[in-house]
């Protein structure tokens, strides 16, 4: 009984929107300003940028969408493998937390929490999760 409540208030604590998406949710999403969703997809890598080394490093590069939509994805790399061999033109699968802004918005939490507090996230590249 005492494990059964456990595991009933972890799933409390984690309740967040979650969106087992496709184009239409983040697009959805980006139009009404929202924030916050758990979301999974997929988009091909148009362009590769800096790593952000600001506090937590991350990997930083923007996929497009299905619905032409642009997604720039934050990828920690102090938390998660970063992908070497990513490239312009890749095909990368996504499952992270969506943030809106003018630009198509941001995927981050695209890996493990090690604190259990957040959902896990992960990204796939060419049959490999990085997470």
Known sequence: MK????IL???ISLS???????DAVLQQSYESRQSDIQVQGDG??????????DGSRHQRFILRLGS???LLVAH???LAPRINSL?????????GEYEWNSQGGVMHWTHHDPNGRHVDGWLKHQGR???
């Open 129 to 131: 999760t990085y997470q």
């Open 3 to 6: 494990l059964l409540f456990s």
């Open 87 to 95: 490239a312009v033109g890749d095909t990368v699968e996504f499952f």
């Open 16 to 22: 967040i929107n979650v969106a087992y998406a496709n």
């Open 9 to 11: 208030i972890c799933c």
């Open 68 to 70: 032409s939509q642009t």
């Open 44 to 53: 091909q890598v148009i362009r590769i940028l800096p790593d952000d080394n």
């Open 76 to 78: 920690n790399i102090d």
